[in-house]
């Protein structure tokens, strides 16, 4: 069986830093890998030597190209909806997208973030999993985007959706990260050697200067990577898992 997995991020570095374990793993038992990115980053703070919006964003997608090589994703796509507002945008139609990829696509598990943000707290990172979280459940449903479905797409119910979880936070606003509901994790992958595989596509983002900042956090905790289970089909088999794609159902 061909395993396919969706991953749904805010921002270009979003995929190495949240997830590039998981891809990694993925692409090493021959996985079909996709990576949607709702933002070209362009309102990062971190800018490199970019003059301008439209210079960060082309150099943020270019980072992006080469950490995907690295981590052996099969296609990733940047959507261009605004950074930094992603709240402002049209969650319907954000949503009616990525139903459609799903359905196009058929991933068997779908990786995003917590509605918690990530270890940041970003509120793009939320959005992007409010979209992400109503197009698993929805894909498969025919009474929304029945037009996909007019047009010659079938159904296609994902089986396992996961949020992301970390035990540290990186957030600048401390007392408000100190008490902030979070992610918790039901299964933790140890990366062993592609943890430094994961670090080269960390660090193709230049721009974002992600290691200079967070050396220390990474070699603390960067050996592995936590998820939440948040929805599965036949979700009581699932206790103490070890294995993202455990329990997938040939289909």
Known sequence: MSLRLMCVTAHPDDESGAFGGALLMAHARGGDTTVICLTEGRAASNRGDARSDDELAAARIAELDVSCGILGVTRYEVWKYPDAALIQSNLFEITTRLVERMRQLRPHVVLTFGGDGG?????????????????????GRSNFAQKQLENGLALWAPQKLYYSSTNFTISKFKEEAAVAPRTPASIALDLGPLQEVKRQAIEAHDTQGVMSRAAEVYEKFGHEERYLLASARHPERFQNETDLFAGIEEV
């Open 119 to 139: 270890p940041n707290l970003h509120r793009d990172h939320a959005v992007a999993s409010f979209a992400a979280t109503a197009a698993f459940h929805w894909s």
